[in-house]
């Protein structure tokens, strides 16, 4: 039934009204638009109430008090026609976000402990409080990893409902349609209704549902790849569902995955793999190949008595670091001779310890770091290069691969500076030997460079850095 509005300014029977607006303010609030209005005494309130409300009828209650009789009296509390705004908006953005059924998966549907015998309860709890603050104000990554069936989705889609109800747009994939999205695209099929893999770079919060589900072919990886590295690169909000550990995830795309500056990793069940106390941002599938045991220290078969030697007293200068990490330790040597396999080696050693380890390859950091100091949020940048500076332990891998922009020249020099001067622990990989001379022509490309001859100065510190070459055949060409 349809009343007409009062457009009296006095109501003379006080007496009829007060029930009614009794009735009007008997919530504490109302939602519009992610807003909470509260309406007291005919008037508006709210967090900040020098905004003006955008609807001058109901001052954004979304509710009014209506006569049913046209007089002015007999007043009923009733929706404000700016409600049918309201819900057309909620409905455009639940259509754009591609929910379907999961539109009943919302937090106040969840199980409070999670399901018996399916999820961790303390576990389960902190991941349910971390994706409602991401909900409130998307940032970041939040990744989610657990068992079949301990509510991974459903905190997913608790996350894009609740972002939905605030009237912001949140879009929603399963890993599993991304290879249909891919090839209706490749055959130009219009009529598809799952939505446009260009849709999914940009999204202002994208959740991603069963990653590592997904049928594998080199195209769809590369695909997926590309998607993540977008978004990664861009700071975007994403909420990331694994199908499978994280340990099982290409090594890629795990690297951004324990990010430590931009991805919080939260697992469900207590069967779920973590990399100690502390962050350990390489990929578990690395931690457990490349370990001091699975060392080969005799080298390919091809290799002669002394390289077996440099690889042999690589080895123990890397053990020996492990065991008591203190100052620096500089592997160089050909591609091929175990230098990486020596560093996660170390950083393996050093998690079980608790200690928290990053391990970045020198072009990968420089890369990441360019692309977050041309985000507009200037803090990202400065989060990860402090985060790099002042970790408790730093691998940089493949030193000197990079490409030497006077840009990346002064990014290292002010990382490499920064921690020879406070003696922090760092391990660095490298193709190139440090000495120079008019034979050693590796490093021309950056000679007379002031900011390399301060790199150099502090690499060839003979009382912070170990430095051991690592000459023999590359291990992975098994005919050498």
Request: charge should be negative.
């Amino acid at each position: 039934m349809e009343y007409p509005m009062s457009e009296q300014t006095e109501q003379p029977e006080e007496d009829r009204t007060e029930s009614a607006f009794r009735r009007l303010n008997s919530a504490d609030t109302w939602t519009r638009n992610g807003n909470g209005i509260a309406r007291v005494n005919g008037s508006s309130t709210s967090p900040q109430s020098e905004i003006a409300p955008e609807c001058d009828r109901c001052n954004d209650s979304l509710w009014v008090l209506a006569s049913t009789d046209g007089s002015g009296g007999n007043l009923v509390v009733v929706p404000c026609n700016c409600q049918a705004t309201v819900d057309n908006t909620r409905s455009q953005l639940r259509t754009y976000s591609q929910l379907g059924h999961l539109e009943r998966m919302t937090f106040d549907a969840l199980i409070p402990e999670g399901r018996s015998g399916r999820a961790d309860e303390t576990l389960f709890h902190a991941a349910t409080e971390a994706a409602e603050q991401f909900a409130s104000k998307p940032n970041g990554w939040l990744v989610l990893e657990g068992s079949t069936g301990s509510g991974k989705t459903h905190i997913a889609a608790a996350i894009v409902n609740a972002i939905i109800d605030r009237g912001s747009p949140a879009k929603y994939i399963s890993a599993l349609d991304i290879p249909d999205m891919l090839r209706n695209e490749r055959f130009e099929d219009d009529d598809a209704e799952i939505g446009t893999f260009e849709s999914l770079l940009d999204a202002p919060t994208l959740v991603i549902d069963d990653l590592g589900a997904q049928q594998a072919t080199n195209w769809i990886d590369s695909k997926i790849d590309q998607l993540l590295t977008h978004r990664f690169n861009g700071r975007v909000p994403t909420v990331i569902v694994l199908a499978k550990p994280v340990s099982e995830i290409p090594e890629r795309i795990a690297l951004k995955l324990d990010d430590p500056t931009l991805s919080r990793v939260f697992q469900l069940t207590s069967g779920s793999e973590t990399n100690g106390s502390k962050r350990v941002n390489i990929p578990t599938t690395m931690l457990e190949r490349m370990t001091f045991e699975t060392f080969n220290p005799d080298g390919a078969p091809a290799a002669k008595p002394d390289e077996r030697a440099s690889l042999a007293i690589a080895f123990t200068a890397a053990r020996d670091f492990a065991e008591n990490p203190e100052k620096w330790l500089y592997l160089h040597g050909p591609t091929g001779v175990g230098k990486t396999h020596l560093a996660v080696a170390i950083a393996g050693l050093r998690a079980q310890n608790g200690d928290s380890i990053t391990l970045w390859s020198v072009p990968d950091l420089l890369d990441n770091l360019r692309h977050s100091y041309s985000n507009p949020n200037e803090s990202t940048f400065y989060e990860l290069f402090d985060a790099v500076r002042n970790c408790e332990l730093l691998i940089l891998d493949d030193f000197g691969a990079q490409q030497m922009t006077d840009w990346a020249l002064e990014k290292l020099y002010q990382i490499i500076t920064h921690r020879h001067d406070r003696l922090l622990p760092t391990v660095i990989t490298s193709q190139y030997i440090l000495w120079e001379g008019a034979e050693n022509s590796n490093w021309d490309r950056v000679r007379g460079k002031h900011q390399w001859e301060a790199i150099r100065s502090r690499l060839n510190d003979s009382s912070v850095v170990t430095e051991r070459l690592m000459a023999a055949p590359d291990y992975r060409n098994r005919g050498a």
